[in-house]
């Protein structure tokens, strides 16, 4: 059968629910009329009562009746009795009548017993005339037929009793007749005991022998194991029936002795002993019927509660199946919607594939089928169009990233060259068209770079590095980049940097400081003179190993509104189509930016408002690598500034006083010059800070003027680095004002103090020239200084371009190059093999290039070294580090592959450094050991296993350079150095040098040779040169 | 053969009901028994009917006061008293006792009331069952048959 969907929902639904529903209603209705049954019943029980007790009574009146009508009402207390028993019998009629009133319907049942019970009050009456009626005429006439009525509409009522009850009702009916019969006895014997008279023979055989039977005959027995069979076979009543059964027996005697002789001698039966007794056997018989109807009752009572409790669980059941069709109704209607909804939607997606719009219904068989074609259709061509954009893009980012490096190679010729023109001479006309040109080939370079990002972001290129990285000196010397241009700009330039950051983290700093560059390039570029710009880098917590660093770049530019907000991310989208024109750019730069951030896991987000300023600011989860804060807090607690008072406020002057807090530097506010004087006398001043922008010119310069010997430090934008020039304050710090700069100059205060106080103390002076290539103003600053102050002449370069250019023009003039690792366009280690290459192919001698790097991690000292550095200093400079490398320059130490390998970097070394020379100097001649191999081997292996310092000959010319008479030499001989017989080498070394030591390191026997290193074992070999230097 | 069954079996029986009355009546019987035979049995009988009478709760019913009446009307058991006598018939008689009527008329004839007796008579008479008490009543001259005026 073909069904549709909505309608086999609608059988599965309905039909169950149709079949509850007429099964519970069903069981309802009958439930209903069962408890309507039982209630009918339980009113059938109530009338049986009425009946009953009417019987009583009748049984009690007619007897008592028949004393009081035999004597005439004379029998003591019969009068009383009489009446006593007319009043209950009277009550239990109107306890009847009042029923039938308030159950007419019941009134058919029992019409004739009322009738009979409305002539009552005449024949009382006649019974109290006591000659109106004989005394069988009421008895039996009377009283016995309304007994008879009444017990057999008891009998008739039964019928309309459940079932289970009849039984258990009909059997009272017995004991009803034996109750009525011992009545009949009882009363009418009476009569007779009174009378003093025996029976009619009539009598005796239609009233005696009829109505007396032994209890025998009764049905006891079924009621064995209740009370009821236990009192008929009590002792009580086993004793009452002999009694009852002699009395009888005395009774039929008397009479039958009339019968038979004619003479009767009267009942030894007290008429009253004689009702008594009767009446007693009466109640066993009653006692059994009310049993019976406590039964009754209790069945009812049960059958009323399971009824009751049936009835309502039909009712809920009833209701539950309404409820149930309902929300069958209601499902069902979700359902046609649902499979409605689906039938459009399909039909709506069958367009893509034919073009046209058919109808389909998902309902049927037919329509779920084309249903499914029609999805798996449009699935299939939708997988095309994605195959083919997927190609389509890859081919356009492979076009772009082709096209990008081929307009960068000729770029990057055009900057080299202009470089080198930038050296020669040229005119300042030249001058200014060169840096025009420069400047818009480096813009070009920028935007084509961007280009490569942006398609190697899309292409999924780029990868996040994991590199350990000392934070915030990074962070600190990506900030520092800008520190000239906003300075030139005049663009306030501030960085609020959490000093405990984290010494080491690991993440991928090159992106993280791109992204930083990029955004502080865009504030520069949207923010105007006298505006600001600050970067707040802060320690937000470490958790589980993983710190939380928040960054944030806001100025006070020229903002963006809520639309331009919204686009500022997307790609070639600036906030709007003037600002390429105005202010340059890709547009390129923040999808990069939030490309990144997210590829760390972090979200960029943007505050702006129009004319007001922009805030970008991220948050990134870096893995911690070591956590000491970068610089201890309260380091400097026990130092005190003098602080002069500053008129205006700035960031910059906030952020500096938060740093001093952070170091737990005092500080103590003065007015003038004259405060000062005073203030130093009392308290013990490191430092005198001078807010040059921001305080009064006139006092700085009365301070500066006066000869305090106290350290001043000087803090100012850039832009006024002239005029504090002229002043000449022992420290500058110029914006931004950063926690390394602060500890540095903190540090320094040490060394400009003992400068200031002790100008007569010797210092070394090294009359040497040096080249630093740095491109970090501040730090060229500090060593450029710190070597002159040591008499050390400085040219400087700003990157490793420039430091090649420069020594390539003179490489003879230099000394020494100091060489800062992270440059931009040429780096330290670049450079340095540009240089290596150079002198190779020039066959120059070589300049050491000493590294000097913020980095010292793990590989870092192997990588400068190995990259053909000669040596290198940490950032900051420490001056006897300084001291050291340009003693070993001054020495000529450095030759082309000499490593001097630092284990260590701490001051104790420096400290043996220092007074290995002190030891040498006490000596005559200094000890010298000099390698002779042409195995760069050999030379790498000493190098690394060897604790003593030595040099490398690798060939003649050189070992008779190194070997210079004023030395103690120790050679070290390699077997196969230049070829020559070793023997006839070590005589004619020995021949011009007679106290030259030469060990020889081979497996021969050599004779004149000090000592022989057979195995290059390192122990033995540092053993060997110990002996043989004593 | 009859009569001895009989008083074997009221003998027997005289034991089975404990009621006073029914003591009473068989001690009564049994005095009428050897009323003639055995005066001083008899007379011990009567008395210990007497006596149960006087125990009995109930004392003024129809059968209590018509043995009230023959004993005191036959001296039976206790002197013969016709007043007394006559006070229990007519209270036996007030009760409903047939019996007692007889008896009273027969008590009448020895008092000498001729009239009342006739009255009770022929009120007895009305009853067949009762009429062979009045048997030893003639009718005519209202004489106690057997015994000489």
């Known amino acids: 059968m073909k069904l549709s969907l909505n309608k086999f929902i609608e059988l599965a639904i309905f039909i169950p629910a149709l079949i509850l529903f007429g099964f519970s209603s069903f069981f309802f209705y009958q439930n209903f009329q069962n408890y309507q049954k039982i209630q009918k019943t339980q009113k059938y029980i109530t009338l049986t009562k009425k009946l009953e007790n009417i019987l009583v009574a009748l049984g009690q009146e007619r007897g008592t009746s028949s004393i009081y009508f035999v004597s005439k009402g004379k029998y003591p207390h019969s009068r009383e009795v009489v009446t006593k028993k007319r009043a209950n019998m009277s009550k239990a009629i109107n306890a009847l009548k009042q029923f039938i009133n308030q159950n007419p319907k019941y009134y058919n049942e029992t019409e004739n017993i009322i009738s009979l019970t409305n002539q009552l009050p005449g024949i009382r009456k006649k019974i109290d005339s006591f000659s109106n009626i004989k005394y069988k005429e009421w008895f039996f006439g009377y009283y016995t037929v309304l007994e008879n009525e009444i017990i057999n509409q008891i009998y008739q009522l039964s019928k309309k009793f459940p079932l289970k009850l009849q039984a258990l009702y009909r059997a009272k009916i017995p004991f009803e007749k034996a109750t009525a019969y011992t009545g009949i006895i009882r009363g009418f014997v009476s009569y007779y005991i009174t009378a003093d008279l025996p029976l009619s023979q009539d009598d005796y055989k239609g009233v005696l022998l009829k109505y007396y039977h032994d209890t025998n005959i009764l049905p006891i027995a079924q009621f064995k194991g209740t009370p009821v069979y236990n009192e008929f076979n009590s002792k009580k009543f086993k004793n009452l029936e002999s009694n009852i059964k002699s009395i009888m027996f005395y009774i039929e005697q008397a009479n039958m002795e009339y019968y038979n002789n004619g003479e009767f001698n009267g009942y030894p039966i007290d008429a009253f002993d004689y009702f008594h007794e009767m009446t007693k056997r009466i109640t066993y018989f009653k006692k059994t019927t009310d049993y019976i109807n406590t039964d009754i009752n209790s069945n009812i009572d049960i059958i009323k509660t399971n009824a009751t409790k049936n009835f309502i669980i039909y009712t809920i059941l009833f209701f539950i199946s309404i409820i149930l069709l309902l929300i069958g109704i209601y499902v069902n209607k979700l359902l046609k919607t649902h499979i409605n909804e689906l039938s459009t939607l399909i039909s709506s997606i069958t367009p893509i594939i034919t073009g046209k719009k058919t109808k389909i219904d998902v309902a049927s068989p037919e329509g779920m089928h084309k249903a499914i074609q029609t999805v798996s259709e449009a699935i299939e061509i939708t997988q095309e169009a994605i195959k083919k954009s997927e190609e389509s893009t890859k081919a356009k980012s492979l076009f772009l990233a082709n096209m990008s490096h081929e307009i960068r190679t000729p770029l990057n010729g055009i900057l080299g060259f202009l470089e080198l023109l930038k050296a020669t001479e040229a005119n300042e006309e030249q001058q200014d068209y060169i840096s025009t040109i420069e400047l818009s080939a480096k813009n070009l370079l920028q935007i084509v770079n961007n280009i490569l990002d942006v398609s190697k972001i899309e292409s999924q290129k780029i990868s996040i590095e994991e590199i350990d990285f000392r934070a915030l000196d990074e962070f600190e010397n990506t900030i520092e980049i800008f520190a000239a241009p906003t300075a030139q700009k005049n663009i306030e330039y501030a960085a609020d940097i959490s000093p405990d950051i984290p010494t080491v983290l690991k993440g991928d700093i090159l992106k993280i400081k791109e992204i930083l560059t990029n955004l502080i390039n865009n504030s520069m570029k949207f923010t105007q003179k006298n505006g600001s710009i600050t970067v707040r880098i802060k320690n937000n917590g470490i958790k589980d190993n993983i710190a939380e660093i928040y960054f944030e770049v806001e100025d006070t530019g020229i903002g963006m509104s809520e639309e331009q907000k919204a686009k500022v991310f997307e790609a070639f989208t600036q906030a709007d189509e003037s600002v390429t024109r105005r202010y340059g750019g890709t547009g390129l730069g923040l999808t990069i930016v939030k490309n990144y951030i997210e590829m760390m896991n972090g979200q960029i987000k943007v505050e702006s408002e129009l004319n007001k300023g922009t805030k970008f600011f991220f948050t990134l989860k870096l893995p911690v690598i070591d956590k000491t804060p970068r610089y201890q807090a309260s380091l400097y607690k026990d130092k005190t500034f003098a602080i002069l008072k500053t008129q205006t406020d700035s960031l910059r002057k906030n952020i500096t006083f938060k740093y001093f807090s952070y170091f737990g530097i005092d500080k103590i506010t003065f007015n003038n010059a004259n405060e000062i004087e005073s203030l130093i006398n009392t308290e013990k001043i490191e430092s005198i800070i001078l807010f040059y922008q921001e305080s009064d010119k006139k006092e700085i310069e009365n301070i500066l003027n006066k000869e305090l010997n106290i350290p001043v430090i000087m803090i100012a934008s850039y832009a006024f680095k002239e005029a504090i020039d002229k002043l000449s304050p022992e420290i500058n710090i110029y914006d931004p004002v950063t926690p390394t700069k602060t500890f540095n100059s903190t540090e320094s205060l040490k060394e400009t103090k003992q400068l200031i106080q002790s100008s007569k103390e010797e210092t070394p002076i090294y009359k040497i020239k040096a080249l630093v290539a740095e491109d970090n103003p501040i730090n060229m600053k500090l060593i450029t200084t710190t070597l002159k102050n040591l008499g050390v002449e400085t040219d400087t370069a700003n990157n490793g371009l420039e430091a090649f250019n420069k020594y390539s023009m003179y490489p003879d003039k230099y000394d020494v190059i100091f060489m800062d690792v992270q440059m931009p366009i040429m780096d330290g280690i670049e450079t340095t093999q540009e240089i290596i290459e150079y002198e190779e192919e020039e066959e120059l001698p070589h300049t050491p290039i000493i590294a000097v790097t913020a980095n010292v991690l793990k590989g870092d000292k192997e990588r400068f070294l190995g990259s053909g550095m000669d040596d290198y200093i940490s950032k900051p400079i420490n001056k006897n580090e300084l001291h050291r490398v340009l003693e070993q320059i001054a020495k000529h130490r450095y030759s082309k592959t000499v490593h001097i390998i630092q284990k260590e970097e701490n001051n104790n070394e420096l400290k043996e450094a220092q007074e290995t020379p002190r030891n040498e100097e006490k000596s005559i001649k200094e000890k010298k050991i000099i390698l002779a191999t042409e195995s760069s081997f050999l030379a790498n292996y000493l190098k690394i296993t060897l604790k003593e310092n030595f040099e490398i000959a690798t060939n003649l010319k050189e070992l008779s350079k190194l070997a210079t008479k004023d030395n103690l030499n120790i050679i070290l001989l390699e077997e196969d150095f230049t070829g020559a017989n070793l023997e006839q080498l070590i005589s004619s070394i020995k021949k011009e040098n007679p106290d030259t030591i030469v060990i020889a390191i081979t497996e021969k026997t050599i004779k004149n040779a000090d000592a022989i290193i057979e195995d290059l074992n390192p122990e033995e070999i540092e053993k060997t040169i110990q002996k043989v230097s004593k | ?149």
């Open chain 2, 1 to 149: 053969m009859k009569k001895l069954f009989l008083v074997l079996i009221l003998t027997i029986s005289a034991f089975a009901l404990d009621l006073t009355f029914t003591k009473a009546f068989n001690n009564f019987n049994k005095g009428t028994r050897f009323e003639q035979t055995d005066k001083q049995k008899a007379n011990q009988y009567f008395q210990k009917a007497f006596f149960l009478i006087q125990q009995m709760q109930h004392k003024d019913t129809s059968q209590v006061n018509y043995m009230l009446g023959e004993m005191y009307s036959n001296g039976w058991g206790i002197e013969q008293n016709y007043q007394k006598a006559e006070k229990y018939f007519l209270k036996a008689i007030n009760l409903g006792n047939v019996r007692a009527n007889c008896s009273l008329a027969k008590l009448y004839i020895q008092m000498g009331k001729s009239n009342l007796a006739r009255k009770y008579l022929n009120y007895a008479l009305s009853y067949p069952s009762v009429a062979h008490y009045c048997k030893d009543i003639s009718q005519n001259n209202l004489t106690i048959k057997g015994e000489t005026k």
